[in-house]
């Protein structure tokens, strides 16, 4: 009787459940509404490269925000990540920084290619080296993980495209990225960290953008800065750093 008992105490509440979930057995509930942002992220394949799972955007170097064809906003804009970025900069250039120059007009065949492989050739031809260090570039975002540690990407700064390669004695990396940092401020953190590698840096603009192109050799970087509506829009290109 006793078992009776524990066995009808046990089954208590699932029989209360069964009675719950057999009411009102008419129509099924419409679905929630669907939000056409989340509903497009759902939709998009997977990201299943080994290099990038487990990655945190939160703190992160930099952020692999795109091409995303989800609508989603891709930087943070306001006060307080603009603080964060300008710590960051801190850290890598010095609280003593200079500004750079007013820059010089662009000479002709310096300014931003079409593509990334482009703009590489162009820093290629700059520098002088053999024209084949240009080609044969890997395209992937990832490339902006191994930039040299001289000349980084910006703190907090999405990644939108790359492409490298270690091939021929020649190191390339070319990387765009979004920053909500201005343009001129990019143009300074890009001018003192050619100090701080010890390359000779020139600061010179055409009619959308400007760029700081540092060398040193055959070694050297250029850094093209455009603005856009939805941040500052950076070029980087290092050549056999």
């Not at 050739?121 to 890997?138: F, I, K, M, T, Y």
């Not at 401020?185 to 600061?203: K, Q």
Request: hydrophobic share 45%.
């Amino acid at each position: 009787m006793r078992l009776a008992n524990k066995v009808m105490v046990m089954l208590g509440p699932v029989s209360a459940l069964a009675a719950l979930t057999g009411c009102g057995r008419g129509e099924p509930p419409p679905p929630p509404p669907r939000d056409p942002v989340i509903a497009a992220v759902l939709q998009e394949p997977l990201m299943t490269d080994p290099d990038l799972v487990g990655l945190s955007q939160e703190g992160a170097l930099f952020t692999l925000a795109g091409p995303a064809s989800a609508p989603i906003p891709l930087i943070d804009r306001t006060d307080d990540e603009l603080a964060k970025v300008r710590a960051g900069i801190v850290r890598l250039v010095g609280a003593d920084a200079q500004p750079a120059p007013d820059p010089a007009p662009a000479m002709t065949g310096t300014e931003p290619g079409a593509t990334l492989a482009d703009t590489a050739a162009r820093l290629v031809r700059e520098l002088r080296r053999d024209p084949r260090c240009a080609v044969s570039a890997g395209r992937s975002a990832i490339w902006g993980a191994s930039l040299p540690e001289a000349v980084p990407l910006l703190p907090r700064g999405h990644l939108i495209d790359g492409a490298g390669h270690d091939l021929l004695g020649c190191r390339l990396r070319a990387v765009t990225f979004l920053t909500a940092l201005p343009p001129r401020e990019v143009i300074d953190v890009y001018w003192n960290l050619a100090g701080v590698a010890r390359l000779s840096p020139r600061h010179d603009a055409g009619q959308d953008y400007a760029r700081i192109f540092a060398s040193g050799g055959e070694a050297g970087f250029a850094a093209y800065v455009r603005t856009r509506a939805d941040g500052t829009e950076v070029t980087l290109v290092t050549v056999g750093l």
